[in-house]
């Protein structure tokens, strides 16, 4: 492998981390419920994509870049799937339903001030 | 020592504010929690089966990334339904 290859593995690694790195921090700091949600969207995209980049990279085409594609794919769909089912779980737990109502008056939130603290 | 496990190192800082949150929030925003330490356990592993050159450790991530999967659908049904 060239030493081009090794920098490309070494900052797609860096980025994934950090980026991962940074969203769970901002889990932590954020101080609404749905706010927090948005922050699993970043680390099963980008750091997943910058990871699958690099076993491309090092590894080539075999059995640990297609292990790793149908773990990243587990990944990028779970979040859409969990983001909407713990969303869904809040409001239930909330309003004691799930669907619209016509007669429901939904309060405008403001940008932090909405949500479960 | 290579870039993959200093990476896989790195990256298990990531699971101190998971747990934070985890055990200091309301139950839903544990559950929140829980599922981000599920995708950084799942990067962990995938980081140490390519530190250590072996393509078998793959499949625990794998297995890691099914579970937190169908744990955090349980997980979020059973919030909305019982607790």
Known sequence: ?117 | MNVWLIAAAVLMFGLIPCGIVVFTRDAINRLVGLEMAGMIETLILIFLAQGFQNPNFYDLALAMALLSFGGGLVFARFLERWL
């Open chain 1, 1 to 117: 492998m060239s030493g081009a290859a090794h920098i490309a593995i070494e900052v797609l690694l860096s980025i994934g981390v950090i980026v991962a790195l940074i969203c769970c921090l901002g889990l932590a700091i954020m101080p609404d419920f749905y706010e927090r949600l948005h922050y699993m969207a970043t680390v099963s995209t980008i750091t997943t994509v910058c990871v699958l980049v690099a076993v491309v990279i090092q590894e080539g085409w075999g059995q640990a870049t297609l292990k790793t594609i149908v773990i990243v794919l587990v990944l990028f769909f779970m979040n859409a799937t969990l983001t909407h089912a713990t969303a869904r779980a809040d409001r239930v737990r909330k309003l004691g339903h799930w669907t619209a109502d016509p007669k429901e008056n939904i309060p405008v939130v403001k940008s932090g001030s909405g949500g479960t603290k």
